[in-house]
């Protein structure tokens, strides 16, 4: 069965220093990748997706970076963090269906001080 | 960009009692899902509705497809207390385009 991890779970930083999140995924090839965001109980904002190794489209413009350095693994990154990237982050993956159902990880909770 | 509104935004209601949440939009989805979140973790899928008029159910939950493939709801029968999260409602494009456009969210809480 597929699975897929994120590290790490918290995360507390001060303003300017660097971010990097990460994320793997199991049991299947070729997964479209995605990095969300999402405020305090609210909705899902995409940051980032991927549809295959190298190739990154970046939904918002914003502080952040992604990479897909291989297959099955996604990174988040940052050079410099602002107070404004605070918040829960999501990495998913889907099978590229036309339905595109995602599965999540357990999510990072990102604490800029 | 197309946007999902969901409604209510926030839902307190008692045990046993039934409740619909909505999920709309100007726009038309090839498919939507309905996904359930509890806190700290990422969100589950409960369902996908793809095609208009649809509906499905899951024990005590219905979900429907509007006819137009603009909208959705979700009913819950008898309310428990293991209900109780963020309820998401997420539309995909289709068509080879692959991203979810995610709603605004319901949080529901049942009361014992």
């Known amino acids: 069965s597929q699975t897929i991890h994120q590290w790490p779970a918290t995360l507390v930083q001060p303003v300017g220093s660097p971010l990097s999140l990460e994320c793997t995924v199991e049991g299947t090839s070729n997964p479209n990748l995605y990095w969300y965001r999402q405020a305090a109980g609210r909705g899902l904002q995409l940051l980032f997706y991927?549809?295959?190794?190298?190739?990154i489209s970046s939904e918002v413009p914003q502080n952040l970076s992604a990479s897909r350095p291989q297959d099955r693994q996604f990174i988040l990154s940052s050079k410099k963090l602002l107070l404004s990237d605070s918040g829960f982050y999501l990495c998913a993956w889907s099978a590229g269906l036309l339905t595109g159902e995602l599965f999540f990880g357990e999510g990072s909770r990102l604490t800029v001080l | 960009t197309q946007l999902l509104e969901q409604s209510p935004q926030f839902l307190s209601i008692q045990e046993g009692e039934n409740l619909t949440v909505y999920c709309n939009s100007s726009?038309?989805?090839?498919?939507l899902q309905w996904y359930r979140q509890e806190p700290g973790e990422g969100p589950v899928l409960l369902v996908t509705v793809v095609t208009g008029g649809e509906v499905k159910k899951l024990k005590r939950l219905t979900f429907q497809f509007g006819d137009a493939r603009k909208d959705s709801s979700l009913h819950i029968t008898a309310a428990q207390p293991g209900d109780t999260g963020l309820y998401l409602c997420?539309?995909?494009?289709?068509?080879?385009?692959?991203?979810?456009?995610f709603g605004t969210g319901t949080r529901l809480t049942i009361i014992p």
């Open positions: 991927s549809v295959g190794i190298g190739q």
């Open positions: 726009s038309v989805f090839s498919s």
């Open positions: 997420a539309g995909a494009e289709g068509f080879g385009n692959e991203k979810l456009t």
